[in-house]
């Protein structure tokens, strides 16, 4: 019972007056960065990490974390009231949260949303609770060979879920591991990939000036051009009294849902690399799939709301746990969340249950209190998000762009920084309407440093043979698993295209 | 967009031949009985990018990526104008922070941005332009003591001003 006691502690740090105050603040932001098309909880993250130096760690993350939370419970509101996904991870909320609103019943949806939202992330956070620590535990047994295995098993992922152009998919990994490579070779010390011979890449491309480029500036470009400035939203009329009735119709006819998505979720979310978006798709089909009734989804139907909200929640919750224990991100956010983690002086991996319990169980405490105020500030508030959501995008895109031109000079501190940036920003809006899925680059060039290390120091232990990968059973299984979703595009394809040869056949 | 598709393709594959090449200032090799080279890494990771590009451009012939098969331009007129404005903005934004510092830049691309592009009133214009700058000042030079850019040598005397009053 060692996990009780330390989720009592973890709950009372993350109760603390400052921790709290992170919360309730991370929850609001996060709930109107989810709520805003173009924002999702990468952008929030990746753009409101440097101001967070300004606190300890542990209240930093919390923050951050609180913004994930937020970020994933707003998605629903545009979603719903506007038809336009709030963030990538509530895609699959408007196939059905729009068609309700349309037909008068926003509130309902909304009020869908905001439960189904809470029993994910409160099924989720249970489970982590008793997988993490048993996880981390057989995570200290792990070499550079079954962390390099695992790495691979990340990327795969991303080919086998990630639902894009495969080998645009392959170079936006490859890229950002490339990026990562650059400043000096960490075993020889020489300088390495310096372009053009500008002193600015001696240190390195820092993450945050990729992540920031691409979800500060490129995808504000990329929304602007798209929505041209033209959104209709749908009213809610917010009363309690109908508010609590239909949160009875919402466990009545979307429990379904919520069990699926919630379960399905954290599963998904724990995958290296899927992280909530993947977990929502998937949670919707599997939920239509399972009905007795899948013609009624498209057109309304709760648990097509239900599912992937449950779902999104809880594969953020999910994307932590390998983040945590592993030291691989589960999902791009929390990506940056690792590379925050390493800015501030901390060693994300399984060493990190041992070495800073406080700081892990206080994070752990903190999921529990987020999802309850995420919770109350989402129902209390949805009128007003409403409200924010018709300010006109004028506004809201020019402060983003000073903060992600800020952001990008805190980072380092060098106007270089700025300007690649700024490079990477319109490339990324070029790359970003050509279908080139950019989260994998952002993925990669987090994880690309302890890739490269975690080869070399494989192929060092085995004096350079590379059968070291395949003798060792763990590393053996990810490389395995990591090769079956490699595969899973490939072998859909071919299937369909087989099935469709068969049909022509009968049609003849 | 089909012609964007493969003039990017060929773009991306220069700059995969181009790392490729760059890598090779290190050994590229493998050192046997220690592994890879420093410089190997980057170049295999070049190599299989600049085979992606290569399926990418395949695609594009047996037209199966949806960009390939669209016959709408990359940027619309809509969207050349607004990359030009918006990017632009941008562009003199970061590129102002030498001169008039980081505070002065934020301000004149607000105005830019808020009057010009966004065609608000005066007031939130100068109200949004001018509390900005103020924010990030208290923020971080007197919050977090992280100094931002403060341009040429003229505007020293207005910093060490202000400087006086949170130091």
């Not at chain 1, 991996?349 to 209190?369: K, T």
């Not at chain 1, 299937?495 to 049909?503: D, Q």
């Not at chain 2, 102002?96 to 002065?104: A, D, H, K, P, Q």
């Amino acid at each position: 019972m060692e996990i009780i006691s330390h989720l009592a502690d973890g709950l009372w740090l993350s109760v603390q007056p400052v921790n709290l105050l992170m919360i309730i603040i991370g929850v609001t932001v996060g709930l109107f960065i989810g709520a805003m098309p173009g924002l999702g909880s990468v952008n929030g993250v990746a753009i409101l990490l440097p101001i967070t130096f300004l606190v300890p760690p542990a209240s930093a993350i919390i923050f951050l974390a609180a913004i994930y939370y937020g970020a994933m419970y707003g998605g629903a509101i545009s979603s719903i009231t506007l038809g336009i996904p709030g963030a990538s991870t509530a895609v699959a909320t408007t196939f059905d949260g729009r068609p309700l609103a349309l037909q008068g019943r926003a509130r309902l949806a909304l009020v869908i949303a905001a439960i189904a939202s809470f029993a994910g992330g409160t099924v989720s956070v249970v489970l982590f609770t008793g997988f993490a620590p048993l996880l981390a535990s057989v995570a200290l047994s792990f070499g550079p060979p079954e962390i390099f295995a695992l790495m691979l098993l990340a990327f795969a992922t991303f080919v086998g879920l990630g639902s894009d152009d495969i080998p645009k998919t392959i170079f936006s990994i490859c890229v950002g591991l490339v990026l990562a490579a650059v400043g000096y070779d960490e075993i020889s010390g020489a300088p390495r990939l310096v372009f053009f011979g500008i002193p600015g890449f001696l240190h390195g491309v820092n993450f945050l000036v990729l992540a920031i480029g691409v979800y500060g500036i490129g995808e504000m470009i990329w929304t602007i051009d798209s929505t041209r400035g033209k959104i209709s939203s749908t009213e809610a009329d917010m009363t309690i009294k109908g508010t609590v009735e239909d949160a009875r119709e919402c466990v009545q006819r979307g429990w379904k849902g919520m069990t699926i998505g919630s379960l399905l979720g954290f599963f998904v979310g724990i995958l290296p690399a899927a992280g909530a978006t993947p977990g929502a798709l998937m949670a919707y089909g599997v939920a239509k799939m399972l009905s007795r009734n899948p013609k009624a989804f498209g057109h309304g139907h709760p648990n097509g709301v239900s599912a992937p909200e449950s779902a999104n929640n809880s594969a953020s919750t999910g994307s932590m746990l390998p983040m945590l224990t592993l030291g691989i991100p589960g999902s791009p956010t929390t990506a940056i969340l690792l590379g925050g983690m390493v800015i501030w002086g901390l060693t994300p991996g399984p060493r990190l249950f041992i070495d800073q319990p406080a700081f892990v169980w206080g994070l752990i405490g903190s999921f529990y209190v987020s999802n309850f105020f995420a919770l109350v500030v989402n129902l209390a508030f949805i009128p007003l998000f409403i409200w924010m959501l018709r300010m006109p995008f004028t506004i809201l895109a020019p402060m983003i762009f000073v903060l992600s031109v800020v952001g990008g000079y805190a980072a380092t501190t060098d106007m270089h920084d700025v300007w690649l940036m700024l490079g990477f920003g319109l490339g990324a809006f070029i790359l970003r309407k050509l279908d080139y899925p950019l989260a994998p680059a952002v993925l990669a060039i987090v994880l690309g440093p302890l890739a490269e290390q975690s080869l070399r120091q494989s192929l060092l232990m085995s004096q350079g043979e590379m059968s070291i990968f395949f003798t060792r059973p763990l590393s053996l299984i990810f490389l395995i698993c990591g090769a079956a979703l490699f595969c899973t595009p490939f072998v859909i394809a071919w299937r369909r295209r087989e099935r469709s040869a068969v049909a022509t056949e009968i049609a003849e | 967009m089909r012609r964007a598709e493969l003039i990017t393709a060929i773009v991306l594959a220069l700059f995969s031949i181009y790392v490729m090449w760059k890598s090779s200032e290190l050994n590229v090799g493998y050192i046997s009985g220690e592994g890879p080279g420093g410089g190997a890494w980057p170049f295999w990771l070049a190599a299989v990018m600049l085979i992606s590009t290569g399926f990418i451009a395949f695609n594009w012939a047996r037209r199966t990526s949806p960009p390939s098969q669209s016959g709408e331009p990359l940027l619309d007129s809509y969207g050349r104008k607004m990359l030009l404005m918006v990017g632009g903005g941008i562009l003199g934004f970061v590129a102002l922070v030498n001169v008039i510092s980081m505070y002065g830049a934020m301000l004149v691309f607000l105005i830019y941005y808020l009057r010009f592009l966004g065609r608000h009133t005066w007031r939130l214009t100068l109200a949004v332009s001018i509390l900005t700058p103020v924010i990030f000042f208290i923020f971080f030079e007197a919050l977090m003591r992280i100094t931002l850019p403060k341009g040429m040598k003229f505007l020293e005397p207005l910093f060490n001003w202000l400087n006086t009053l949170i130091y």
